[in-house]
């Protein structure tokens, strides 16, 4: 069950208990406060067993959308696997900001920029995944946690993130407890990068806030690569 799953049935045992206790003063029946816990329960258990929770993310992410820091937060988490990614020669075939245009999309999973890891994937299963490969990726899967923390402090997102570089690790039989120290040398290899092109971050953040295409974001970078080298 995902987070944002067992976050909205939190929210809902929070309203129908607070229903629960202000019903008399509400004049709600208690037949009522039943339909409504149904309904809510109802709700999510189909949400999360026919649509794999897509309805808890849209409603959490249209949510958020309110908020400008949140805006500003996914698109400096997304700009940073972009930049990084293209830095370190990884395809880029898509991206999205928002979880209704992944959905839209047909994109698997929640969006965010998305690789072409036929590479990584094929080598993965023939066992030949090379440590050069293994730090490109890891690098770029930390580089939203890393553009987050370079303004913020502490990063929000970036759990699937960590998840990808968790599950590449029991893929090619590593032991685990390396993990959280290759989090962190990725996050610094990020950080590295990020401040060094910063120019080119920035005006990747703008070219995505606008939904520029992947190509166009591409020449973007590689245009202020070429007036840095001059």
């Known amino acids: 069950m995902s987070e944002i799953t067992l976050n909205l049935i939190a929210v809902s045992v ?32 189909i ?18 959308q309110r908020s400008p820091e949140y805006c ?5 988490h997304e700009a940073g696997h972009f930049l ?29 920029v998305i690789f072409k890891t036929d590479g990584i994937d094929r080598a993965v299963e023939n066992g030949k995944i090379s440590q050069q490969e293994i730090d490109r990726y890891c690098t770029v899967w930390m580089a939203g946690i890393a553009a987050e923390e370079i303004v913020y402090g502490i990063a929000q997102g970036g759990r699937d993130d960590r998840l990808k570089l968790n599950l590449l690790w029991r893929q090619i039989n590593r ?3 390396e993990v959280p120290l290759k989090q962190r040398w990725s996050m610094l290899q990020a950080k590295t990068l990020i401040e060094k092109e910063s120019d080119a971050y920035g005006a990747l953040i703008d070219a995505m806030a606008e939904r ?3 190509n166009e974001c591409c020449e973007l970078i590689e245009q202020h690569l070429q007036s840095a080298e001059v």
Request: glycine share 14%.
């Open 84 to 112: 990084t990614a293209y830095l370190l020669g990884i395809p880029i075939a898509a991206y999205t900001l928002t979880a209704w245009e992944t959905l839209r999309s047909g994109v698997d999973g929640s969006g965010g």
């Open 72 to 76: 500003d937060r996914i698109v400096r």
């Open 212 to 214: 520029r295409p992947v």
């Open 14 to 45: 929070f309203s129908v208990t607070m229903l629960i206790l202000l019903g008399p003063l509400l004049a709600i029946s208690p037949e009522g406060l039943a339909t409504v816990t149904a309904t809510l329960l109802g709700l999510i258990t």
């Open 175 to 177: 032991p685990l407890a």
């Open 47 to 64: 949400d999360q067993l026919g649509w794999q929770g897509r309805g808890g993310r849209l409603l959490v992410d249209w949510l958020s």
